[in-house]
């Protein structure tokens, strides 16, 4: 498996959400879109994922911020005008979307040698620079994070918690907008999601790194295909996230942030994984 996790797991359970809650969800979405291509051009845009609405949200809804909006079409959907919001904390979703993006394709690159990881790694990367001179702290902590998970993966690391706890520590300075008093609560509360990720993303890639003969850290463990096993890590990282997140004073979009931490991480983590067995059972 790659050192990066696969996008589209911290997302809305969308049929939860009330019409309201849809239109809020998609404005924020959108801002983050705008904001990429106000920053780091169109062609980052192929970057986005909802995952960065969630950290948006969390960040609008501790803080709320005072912000502007509107609606308008795009490129992407240059027919019917779409609703859009931006604050200081959307415009930092999108520049975190656009480093993890470029991070991602690199490790890609360095994985599987795909020339098309090469070149996304070029486009997304051309202002890591400049993201990274904004901020040091979160890009210091991606950059941390993938060199102790490549030597992880490269001594075959038999243990899931070290490089879980890796990428924890990449989300918990993700979630650290500046610090205050609520940081020590976001960095928990990002260190734990980040856990999910990692292991979410082994199970699901479990079989395909199986035949690939790739690093994953529950065919190192020797656990072989108990899915038992695997949730109860999963379940406990979940829980360590969420304790964080119900400490933290949230009334703007609660319910919808609950919808993506309660709801939604779960129905996307079983879609990618029935997806996962699907492919794998054609191949």
């Known amino acids: 498996m790659g050192v990066f996790y696969v996008f589209g797991l911290v997302n809305a359970s969308v049929e939860e959400l009330t019409q309201e809650e849809k239109v809020r969800y998609g404005a ?7 904001e990429i291509k106000v920053s780091d051009g169109q062609v980052c845009r192929m970057g986005l994922q909802y995952d960065m609405a969630f950290l948006a949200l969390l960040l609008m ?50 994985d599987d040698k795909r020339m098309s990881a090469k070149v996304l ?4 990367g051309r202002n890591l620079a400049d993201i990274a001179a904004q901020y040091p702290r979160q890009c210091a902590g ?10 992880l993966e490269k001594a075959n690391c038999a243990n899931p918690d070290e490089p879980a706890n890796c990428f924890g ?19 928990k509360l990002g260190f734990h999601l980040g856990r999910f990720i990692y292991l979410a993303d082994a199970a699901i890639d479990y079989d395909r790194d199986r035949k690939q003969k790739k690093y994953n850290p ?50 996307n983590y079983r879609k990618q994984q029935r997806k996962s067995e699907k492919e794998d059972h054609n191949g």
Not at 28 to 34: A, E, H, K, Q, S
Not at 79 to 105: G, S
Request: charge should be negative; include cysteine; glycine fraction near 6%.
């Open 28 to 34: 924020v979405y959108c801002g983050i879109c705008r």
């Open 169 to 187: 520590r990449l989300m918990a300075e993700l979630m650290v907008y500046s610090e205050d008093m609520w940081s020590d609560w976001l960095r």
């Open 121 to 124: 790694g070029s486009m997304f």
């Open 61 to 110: 809804s501790l803080y709320e911020p005072e912000g502007s909006g509107g609606d308008r079409a795009c490129v992407l959907h240059p027919i019917k005008k779409r609703p859009w919001i931006t604050n200081e904390y959307v415009r930092y979703a999108a520049r975190m979307n656009v480093a993890l993006a470029a991070y991602k394709a690199r490790d890609d690159w360095q």
């Open 218 to 267: 529950f065919l190192a463990m020797g656990a072989g295909e108990d899915y038992d096993r695997w949730e109860q890590y999963l379940v406990l990282a979940m829980a360590g996230c969420t304790d964080a997140y119900e400490r933290l004073p949230l009334v703007q979009d609660k319910h919808l942030l609950d919808n993506i931490l309660y709801s939604g991480v779960w129905l």
């Open 142 to 151: 991606m950059e941390q994070c993938l060199r102790e998970l490549n030597e």
